[in-house]
């Protein structure tokens, strides 16, 4: 009877000692991820063409956990002009972080939304771009 007791106490304090050490082996896997934005105009848009012509820009970070999917940033930027824009040369730039990235399970995507209104006709384009398992940053290169 004794030596049941211990076989089953020292079974059940191995159970729990490689439970506990998993455990946080998953937990040291977080990261942030880091994100750099970058908006410029690829063209003057000095035609009159353009005037009142404006750009609006949102962008979402969604994190994926495999069928699991939530929104972790979003960012929707003020209705600029488009010659308001800066050029490549001197982009808009902003450096997002994502933090407690579960590296070997999570990935990002990143979607970005450019919503053209000119004198109320409107067009919208869409994009993404993904930061893979194991990917500490990303970049995020947008022309308007």
Do not use: C
Request: hydrophobic residues 35%.
């Amino acid at each position: 009877m004794k030596k049941t007791l211990i076989v089953t106490a020292l079974a059940l304090l191995i159970t729990t000692a490689l439970w506990s050490i998993n455990n946080n082996s998953t937990t040291t896997n977080a990261v942030s991820k880091n994100i750099n934005v970058e908006v410029y105009k690829n063209a003057s848009y000095i035609s009159p063409a353009y005037k009142n012509t404006f750009a609006t820009l949102k962008v979402t970070v969604v994190r994926i956990n495999g069928k699991e999917r939530d929104i972790v940033w979003q960012h929707t930027y003020k209705p600029t002009e488009l010659k308001d824009f800066p050029g490549v040369d001197k982009p808009m730039t902003q450096k997002i972080s994502i933090p407690n990235i579960n590296d070997k399970k999570e990935k990002l995507e990143i979607y970005y939304q450019v919503t053209y209104n000119s004198q109320g006709s409107i067009l919208n384009l869409v994009n993404t771009s993904v930061i893979e398992k194991g990917q500490k940053t990303g970049k995020l290169s947008i022309e308007i």
